[in-house]
């Protein structure tokens, strides 16, 4: 029977990501109208066919709607409005 347990950098099943609570916190101190500026944002590129927009604006949909979100499109939604947040501040 093979070792399933796993390595030390190694997430194990089911197991979220450790930066995830820090993106999700990061989040949350966006204000909520700013946020649903995003949402329309991640919209228009969507209906473009942008993957991000599809991927990011249904991630937040969800997030704003309270349902569940796994931590690899929270820790993506958090990456691009982080640097959506740094591109408007040059």
Request: charged share 30%.
């Amino acid at each position: 029977m093979p070792d399933t347990k796993p390595t030390r950098g190694t997430l194990a099943e089911r197991e979220p990501h450790p930066m995830a609570e820090e993106a999700l916190c990061y989040l949350s101190r966006i204000p909520y109208d700013k946020l649903l500026q995003y949402q329309g944002v991640f919209a228009s590129c969507a209906i473009e066919g942008n993957r991000v927009g599809e991927v990011c604006g249904e991630t937040l949909g969800r997030l704003l709607d309270k349902e569940p979100v796994s931590d690899r499109y929270l820790l993506g939604l958090a990456w691009m409005i982080r640097d959506m947040e740094e591109e408007g501040n040059d």
